[in-house]
């Protein structure tokens, strides 16, 4: 993404990040932003517990709250060792490490932390959950549902469409149905498919 984002604009995407966010939010979005997330799908179980205990000890255990070694380990490790992470917090807290995050933080970073946990937990629920909150309410965010429907159409949306019948009980289609119209109404539906 960096790669073209330069390719496109001509400027780096870390440098205008950068002048446009700030403080832990900022630099949060900067290590994601630089892609150097480990991939690997092996799990360290020893290592799991080892930064289950720091982000304990960083959150509830502390006075204040350590920001940067939510952001360092929760930025930079792989997904299944992500998952080993939230499994091993709940033996060390009473608290998930989402409800941590949200009793611990506030504004930008908890909300992109929280989505870091949420994604690494179930990534379709946390889009369903997206679309759902697009058409919640008066109004319906078309630039969240574009970008959801179109960039996931490829990678995991059939899944997202199970997640998001299974949390609100009602197919995506039908929702859909009911909040857009018109030619982009037509090509979302579309891109959504219709099911049962």
């Not at 790669?3 to 400027?11: A, M, S, W």
């Not at 109404?185 to 498919?193: A, D, I, P, S």
Request: contains cysteine.
């Amino acid at each position: 993404m960096a790669d073209v984002y330069l390719k496109e604009t001509g400027r780096s995407m870390r440098d205008d990040l950068k002048s446009e966010v700030s403080g832990d939010y900022g630099k949060a979005l900067l290590i994601l932003a630089e892609g150097k997330k480990d991939e690997s799908t092996n799990v360290d179980t020893a290592k799991a517990k080892a930064d289950a205990k720091v982000l304990y000890e960083a959150g509830e255990k502390k006075w204040g709250t350590d920001e940067a070694k939510f952001i360092d380990i929760l930025c930079q490790r792989s997904v299944p060792q992500l998952r080993q992470i939230l499994t091993e917090y709940k033996n060390v807290s009473k608290k998930t490490l989402q409800q941590s995050i949200e009793s611990e933080m506030s504004g930008n970073l908890e909300e992109l932390l929280v989505a870091v946990v949420k994604c690494a937990n179930n990534a379709p629920a946390y889009f369903a959950e997206r679309l759902f909150k697009a058409m919640k309410g008066a109004g319906t965010t078309e630039s969240t549902l574009t970008r959801i429907l179109v960039s996931r159409s490829e990678i995991d949306l059939m899944d997202i469409k199970e997640e998001y019948k299974k949390l609100f009980g009602y197919t995506l289609y039908s929702r859909l149905e009911s909040e857009v119209s018109g030619h982009y109404g037509e090509t979302l539906k579309k891109l959504c498919g219709q099911d049962g």
